[in-house]
């Protein structure tokens, strides 16, 4: 798909703070996993939901609309965006490699099954992940890559 047809993301809210941050737009998430992914003290200095920097180069991790700002190292544990090795499904803890076999092997079932765990109450998105979303639109971009280079072989 040619870049022209790439919606530009919607940036009405704050941008990443600099000169720590990189400027860039932010992913709005709630108290709620801000609170579940930072240190307490870190959490404890917003008073409500931020945005997430998705930038995975960028030291900033959390921001909100006034002067706050979380840092990578004040998280509580290692988690996407923030560091590139951290498990693609953080609810489950699979890495991306998972999928990527899942799509090499083309085990459609064994997909499906993740698919059908995510979409379960036990995937605890709101707190596991970064952004507080769901991994599955990521899982089945590494999954379908995968199938098509194997198929494509
Ligand atoms: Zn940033």
Redesign the pocket.
Known sequence: MSRAFIKEPETTGP????P?????A?VPVSRVTLRARLLPEAAARFADGGFL???P?????Y?DAGQERALRDELREPVRPKHVGAPLCACFSVPEETFDDLGTRGDKAGMRAFLERAASPEARCETCAADGRSCVTEARRVFLRALERAEGA
């Open positions: 941008r990443c703070p600099t720590a941050g990189c400027g860039g932010g920097c998705p930038d180069a960028c030291a900033v991790v921001f």
